[in-house]
């Protein structure tokens, strides 16, 4: 035998018993097999063997077993697509049960596969049917080799079922069936029935897709055994190219073989897609989509639910690129373009801001409309990975697609959509948005810094930033020029560089606040300010020089003019060199400040020594050492006169034990020893100051004069001083009836109150003769200063001469008028004053008179003095290393060498070289007459 079970007896009893049930449980089975023969003997111990014996004849399937088993899967598809419960036709006694009665396992369709029996002699019956019932006779066939054919019909019924769904759009919405099976519509659907034709197809597509749920759950075995493996085969990891082309021949076979899911889906395409002479119903579908997104749009209620449902029903379908995409773009730009040209027709020109503002909500609008609903779904990931899944789940389990993430979203679309958003509705009027009288506001006026970067955004998502940038330009430039502008038509505008710095400050605000601090905006502005920095020439450096000298001078009312203080000063000499930079004429901006740095330094008005260095040091870095070498030197005088006053006062000290006191005037009046402060200047450092050409000096200063001069001829042998007395100051001690009040003045107006000593009234005439000061209207302004100033500093009278001669009594003071050479002056018996110590100002002489003029002129006289030195230094020593060079690398390498200080114009250089060609340094090369040859 082939098979033989020996059982060998326990000599326990419970034991046998037990093993003798589980012998009679066998021979029972193996009795009703028909194959098995037994052989026992007594329960003394002996052993039983038992023989199992194959079938004298093997089994086999009825004749009927795939007609009647695909029969009842066919049935119960449909009955799940027409929403009826799941019957089946049964015999009425079950020939799967023994005995006793009790069924071994669960009836199914193919149990005649155990137990034939002839059907026609029985009755039939209808009784429910489960799905797992349905799932194991798909294996049942698939394991018989029924897969293709099943897999055949299958499909056929698929298709069949997608056209009955569809065919309820003709009780629904209108649709019709034409010949050879087509569903269409007879006319595009209006906008009212838009909303309606969605909802309708949506719900077929949803009853649709639970009917391919159900089909799949049924026949995932058949996906699993005949689907997949004929893919592998058709598609293995590594082919030749000897095997591809044998396989050339069964692609259209290859093609057929796809899972039952994308063959329903495949089939509710087709049949929406295709059609004869009626409108598909796809593109009915896609046009009340389309209606409802631009209801959307235009601010309507719309259920934005029902769109992203139907959005994702196109991505299920595969109809989303090829059919929905297309048209979406082309309705949107037709949208976007007409409402754009109607938007710009009611925006004011002076409220573009407006214009911007709806561009920007409708841009957020499309991106949110994409996000919530008309970005489609790539379906190839979730229905592969659906597919993946349901195969490793057990057949009760219901499979439905998970919702898409992220990364499986067709982000092309919002790319494409915003894209059609602004070459539409914003690109075809950029130029009327950059228009002077539409920016210009916007750029000007500071609340309005949002409304420019709302400007500089939307016109960089369009690639038109170089055109802003122009706008900008323009606009810097003309602003700068306006206040350049208006300085040359009022002479006596003192704050133009305090105009330009706020300029600057709002150009640099709109920089960080709308521009986001962008580098071609940056380039912009040094270019705007470097225009209007040098667009009146020289001017613009000496005004420049005149601003840093009121911010470094020690006055705290013209300090608070200009909006300058302690804590702030440092910032605005920053902003200052700001400007500095863009100078060319940094000569001449040179020349001015070291005047008026020299008068603050010997007249002590400056704020602070500190600020004045960091100033400098300032200037240094951007223009070197040669630039500052000067002005540093005058730091340096100053601290040497300190170590020299010193050593002189204790010269006068000690002269002073040998001499009681300084002889006293003929006038009677006391005098009190005279201290003399001397700053010893070095003349290469210091500029030049107009001086009378004989000043006549009070005893008491011409005795300290010749002391100092003995004392330093004898400290410094082979040193020559020379007296700037227009730079010094006085305290003079004024005995008025009522108190004693020092004044503190100038040199000259100290002469001039001196006179008035021994004379009760003079004129004009008198005290220049009697001073030595023969400019007649330096004596005018002495005179105004100290009878025409401020209240409580008036230390003398005016008489007209016409009040001198109509009436005995003092004429009344002004406001600073013109005085006559019979106009007389006389002591202010009556003055007052609260305090001890008095400053009384001097007048400086005004911008349009001729001295200021010539001193201004000097000043630019040398500085272009200077900067011929300059050039033609820099062209000896290019030329001295070169020797030889043509004239355009020559002019580069000057401008190169020299930018630092100055920016000479080609003109000015070439006049330079042909005055060193005269004086032999240079030479014309002797066949190229643009090429200079260096002589020796």
């Keep these: ?90 015999n009425a006694k079950d020939d799967g049960e023994d005995d006793g009665g009790t069924r071994t396992r669960p009836y199914s369709p193919t149990s005649s596969l155990s137990s034939p029996t002839n059907s026609s002699q029985q009755l039939l019956q209808k009784r429910p049917i489960s799905r797992e019932e349905l799932y194991r006779s798909v294996e049942d066939l ?93 598609h293995p990891p590594q082919q030749s190219a000897a095997l591809q082309s044998q396989q050339q021949q069964g692609q259209q076979q290859q093609q057929r073989t796809r899972p039952l899911w994308e063959v329903g889906i495949d089939s509710l395409r087709r049949h929406m897609t295709t059609t004869t002479t009626q409108i598909t119903v796809a593109s009915a579908f896609i046009h009340s989509l389309l209606q409802l997104i631009q209801r959307d749009r235009d601010g309507q209620i719309v259920d934005r639910s029902l769109l992203r449902d139907a959005v994702r029903m196109l991505s299920e379908l595969h109809l989303y690129q090829d059919f929905f995409l297309t048209p979406l773009l082309e309705t949107s730009a037709a949208y976007y ?44 990931t979730s229905t592969t990975t659906s597919t993946t899944t349901a195969n490793v789940l057990p057949p009760s389990t219901p499979t439905k697609l998970e919702p898409p993430s992220s990364a499986s979203r067709y982000h092309g679309t919002r790319k494409a959509l915003l894209a059609v958003v602004e070459n539409n509705l914003l690109k075809p009027h950029v130029d009327v948005i950059l228009s002077p009288q539409n920016c210009f506001p916007l750029f000007q006026d500071k609340e309005r810094t949002s409304d420019v970067r709302r400007m500089y955004v939307l016109l960089n998502r369009i690639g038109c930033q170089n055109q802003l940038n122009a706008a900008f330009y323009q606009y810097a430039r003309n602003s700068g020029l306006e206040i350049v502008q208006q300085e040359k038509e009022d002479p006596q505008q003192k704050d133009v560089v305090a105009k330009l710095l706020q300029w600057k400050s709002d150009l640099d605000t709109a920089l960080m606040e709308a521009f986001d601090s962008q580098e071609q905006f940056q380039a912009t502005i040094r270019a705007s300010v470097e225009c209007v920095m040098n667009v009146r020439g020289h001017k613009m450096s000496e005004w420049l020089a005149k601003h840093v000298d009121e911010v ?54 400056s704020s602070s020594i500190d600020l004045e260095r960091s100033f400098l040091s300032k200037l240094k870095a951007e223009c070197g050492t040669a630039y500052t070498s000067k002005m540093e030197g005058m730091f340096k005088d100053m601290e040497l006169s300190k170590e020299i006053i010193a050593q002189y006062s204790d010269f006068v000290r000690d002269a002073a034990a040998k001499k009681a006191m300084l002889k006293s005037s003929g006038s009677g009046i006391r005098q009190s020893t005279v201290e003399m402060d001397v700053h010893v200047l070095t003349t290469g450092y210091w500029p030049q100051f107009p ?36 730079l010094c100051t006085c305290v003079v001690k004024a005995n008025f009836p009522g108190k004693q009040v020092d004044l503190t003045l100038t040199l000259y107006q100290a002469l001039v109150l ?43 009278i005016m008489k007209p001469a016409a009040a001198t001669e109509g009436s005995s009594s003092p004429g009344i003071n002004s406001s600073k008028k013109s005085i006559s050479d019979f106009d007389e002056f006389c002591y ?30 000097k000043l630019h006289e040398a500085a272009s003095r200077d900067r011929a030195y300059l050039i033609d ?59 200079y040859n260096y002589m020796a």
């Design 828 to 857: 202010n018996s009556g003055f007052t004053s609260k305090l001890n110590r008095l400053k009384i100002p001097s007048i400086v002489a005004k911008d349009t008179s001729a001295n200021a003029g010539d001193d201004a002129a």
């Design 142 to 234: 698939c394991i018989h080799k029924f897969g293709a054919k099943l897999y055949q019909q299958v499909t056929l019924a698929i298709h069949d079922a997608a056209f009955e769904s569809l065919a309820r759009l003709t009780l629904t919405a209108g649709a019709v069936i034409v010949d050879a099976g087509y569903i269409g519509f007879p006319s595009l659907p209006s906008s009212s029935s838009a909303e309606s034709l969605l909802q309708s197809i949506q719900q077929i597509y949803r009853e649709y897709t639970d009917y391919l749920f159900f089909v799949r759950s049924i026949f995932l075995y058949l996906d699993r055994s005949y689907v997949i493996p004929q893919g592998q085969q058709l």
């Design 754 to 796: 001196r006179c008035f000593n021994e004379n009760d009234t003079l004129r004009i005439p008198q005290i220049m003769e009697q001073t030595g000061i023969g400019d007649r209207a330096e004596v005018e302004r002495l005179l105004q200063s100290l009878s025409q100033g401020k209240v409580g500093t008036r230390v003398l």
């Design 337 to 380: 373009s007409n409402e754009g040209n109607r938007v710009m027709e009611t925006t004011s020109a002076s409220d573009i801001s407006s214009f911007l503002k709806h561009v920007e909500t409708r841009l957020d609008q499309c991106h949110e409309s994409c996000v919530e609903y008309l970005e489609g779904v790539d379906t190839t």
């Design 873 to 931: 230094a820099a062209v000896v020593r290019i030329m001295k290393a070169r020797k030889s060079l043509s004239h355009r690398d020559l002019v580069m390498e000057i401008m190169s060498q020299v930018k630092h200080v100055s920016k000479p114009s080609s003109t000015e250089i070439k006049k330079r070289i042909e005055g060193l060609m005269e004086r032999e340094y240079l030479e014309r090369n002797a066949t190229d007459n643009t090429v």
């Design 552 to 605: 470094l001078r020690g006055g705290a009312s013209s300090r608070s003019k200009l909006g300058v203080d302690d804590s702030n000063i440092e910032a605005k000499l920053e902003d200052i060199m700001v400007l500095f930079r863009r100078l060319h004429a940094k000569d001449v901006f040179e020349k001015f400040h070291q005047r008026d740095l020299s008068k603050r330094l010997l007249q002590g008005k």
């Design 1 to 90: 035998p082939k098979f033989q079970l020996s059982i060998h007896h326990s000599r326990k009893k419970g034991k046998v018993r037990i093993i003798n049930n589980i012998m009679a449980s066998t021979l029972t089975k193996a009795a009703r097999s028909g194959g098995a023969t037994t052989k026992s003997s007594s329960m003394t111990g002996t052993t039983r063997k038992i023989k199992i014996k194959p079938y004298s004849r093997p089994p086999s399937i009825p004749a009927n077993f795939y007609d009647r088993t695909s029969s009842i899967l066919l049935e119960a598809t449909l009955a799940i697509l027409r929403h009826e419960p799941l019957y089946c036709n049964d």
């Design 691 to 726: 001086q009378p050409k004989s000043i006549k000096l009070p005893e008491e200063l011409k005795a300290h004069v010749s002391k100092f001069e003995s004392y330093y001829d004898n400290k410094y042998q082979g040193r020559r001083i020379s007296w700037q007395y227009s």
